[in-house]
C-alpha cells in the first residue's frame, strides 16, 4: 500500500514539476523525452560484468557469514549437550565466548552489508563509471536533439502512457555504440 501511495505521490510531483515548467515558459514550447536506462544498462558488457563481479563477493560474504552462523550454532549445542557437567565457572567463559562470537558477527554484518558497508561501496565502484558513461550519452542526446528534460521510464516516476516518438533510448544505445546496425531510428 505504501509503494502504492510513493508511486501516486512521486506521479502528482512529477506532473506539478511539469506543469510549472509550461507555465513559466509560455512563449517557447518545453521539448522533453524519456530513456530506459535498465534496458540501456543490461545492454553494456561492463555493467553485466560488474553485476557479476558483485554477486560474486556477495555470494562469498553470505557463505562467510553463514559459516560464522553454523559455528556459533555449533558451540550452543556443544553447550547445551555439556551443560550438566560444567561448573558455572565453565558455563559463563563458555557463554561468554559464544557472545563474542556473535558480536563480532553483527559487527561483520554491519561492515559488509550495512549502511556504506563493503558490499555497498563496490557496488558504487564498480557500477558507478557505467552508470556515469550512461548519463553522458543522455546528456549528449537531449543537447543534440535540444530537449530541455528527459525522464527515466525505468525509475520510480510511473509513466502511464508514453508515445514511443519521444523515446530516446535508441539514440542513447547509438551514442554509447551499442546499437543495432539492423535497427533503424525513428
Not at 556477495?58 to 559459516?67: A, C, F, L, P, V
Not at 561448573?87 to 561483520?108: A, C, F, G, H, Q
Not at 564498480?126 to 548519463?135: E, F, H, S, T
Not at 543534440?144 to 514511443?164: A, C, N, W
Request: overall charge negative; proline content about 3%; aromatic content about 12%.
Amino acid at each position: 500500500m505504501a509503494k502504492i501511495i510513493d508511486k501516486i505521490s512521486s506521479f502528482k510531483m512529477a506532473i506539478a514539476f511539469l506543469a510549472i515548467c509550461l507555465w513559466y515558459t509560455p512563449v517557447q514550447a518545453q521539448k522533453f523525452g524519456y530513456v530506459n536506462t535498465n534496458f540501456i544498462l543490461n545492454k553494456m558488457p561492463e555493467y553485466t560484468e560488474a553485476k557479476a563481479e558483485i554477486e560474486k563477493l556477495s555470494q562469498g560474504w553470505q557463505e562467510e557469514i553463514q559459516g560464522m552462523q553454523k559455528e556459533i550454532t555449533a558451540m550452543y549445542s556443544a553447550l547445551q549437550a555439556e551443560e550438566i557437567l560444567l561448573t558455572p565457572e565453565m558455563k559463563e567463559e563458555r557463554t561468554n565466548s559464544i557472545n563474542k562470537k556473535e558480536d563480532y558477527l553483527k559487527e561483520y554484518q554491519k561492515k559488509v552489508f550495512g549502511f556504506e558497508g563493503l558490499f555497498f561501496l563496490k557496488k558504487k565502484e564498480l557500477i558507478k563509471p557505467v552508470q556515469d558513461k550512461v548519463y553522458d550519452a543522455v546528456e549528449k542526446v537531449a543537447h543534440d536533439h535540444r530537449l530541455q528534460f528527459i525522464f527515466d521510464k525505468s525509475g520510480e516516476l510511473v509513466m502511464i502512457y508514453t508515445d514511443p516518438i519521444h523515446d530516446y533510448t535508441d539514440y542513447v544505445l547509438e551514442e554509447l555504440e551499442l546499437g543495432d546496425p539492423n535497427d533503424v531510428i525513428k
